[in-house]
């Protein structure tokens, strides 16, 4: 007999799940096509994942630390989605309670935060780190990353 079994949640995958199909990113996909150098649909739709993934790892960022965006086809989603601003406000409020700033990182850009980045999303999602995120992990330890913002 079988007691105390508990499955373990990723709460960045469940945040992903509840934003992936809980909001409509229609106008986002659009922008990203039309304004952001995505080539398609579904491109935009793909990198999105990547992004919300992103998005949905910064509740369990620790206090006191920078958690940051690199520089990708996953920013450009980024930037599609802030071009959308009121879509963008609604979602941050509806899954965060608050707007999240894009905030550009200028001056000394520390790789510890690249690091951190890089190591909390590969904690959380593991093996279901989508493959724009993944390939951050090489851009850290090849020392070929650049960032575009970051949140404190």
Request: net charge negative.
């Given at each position: 007999?079988?007691?105390?079994?508990?499955?373990?949640?990723?709460?960045?995958?469940?945040?992903?799940?509840?934003?992936?199909?809980?909001?409509?990113?229609?106008?986002?996909?659009?922008?990203?096509?039309?304004?952001?150098?995505?080539?398609?649909?579904?491109?935009?739709?793909?990198?999105?994942?990547?992004?919300?993934?992103?998005?949905?790892?910064?509740?369990?960022?620790?206090?006191?630390?920078?958690?940051?965006?690199?520089?990708?086809?996953?920013?450009?989603?980024?930037?599609?989605?802030?071009l959308n601003t009121g879509l963008y406000r609604d979602f941050c409020e509806t899954f965060f309670g608050h707007f999240i700033d894009h905030t550009p990182l200028e001056g000394q850009?520390?790789?510890?935060?690249?690091?951190?980045?890089?190591?909390?999303?590969?904690?959380?999602?593991?093996?279901?780190?989508?493959?724009?995120?993944?390939?951050?992990?090489?851009?850290?330890?090849?020392?070929?990353?650049?960032?575009?913002?970051?949140?404190?």
């Amino acid at each position: 007999m079988i007691t105390d079994f508990k499955i373990q949640v990723c709460p960045g995958l469940e945040l992903y799940k509840s934003m992936k199909y809980g909001f409509d990113f229609t106008p986002v996909l659009k922008t990203a096509v039309k304004e952001c150098g995505i080539n398609s649909i579904e491109d935009a739709n793909d990198l999105l994942d990547a992004f919300l993934q992103w998005i949905a790892a910064m509740p369990a960022k620790k206090e006191n630390t920078t958690y940051v965006m690199l520089k990708s086809d996953v920013d450009r989603i980024f930037h599609a989605f802030v071009l959308n601003t009121g879509l963008y406000r609604d979602f941050c409020e509806t899954f965060f309670g608050h707007f999240i700033d894009h905030t550009p990182l200028e001056g000394q850009i520390s790789k510890k935060w690249v690091d951190y980045t890089v190591n909390l999303l590969s904690e959380l999602y593991g093996n279901q780190l989508h493959p724009a995120l993944k390939i951050w992990e090489d851009l850290a330890t090849n020392g070929a990353w650049e960032v575009s913002c970051g949140k404190c």
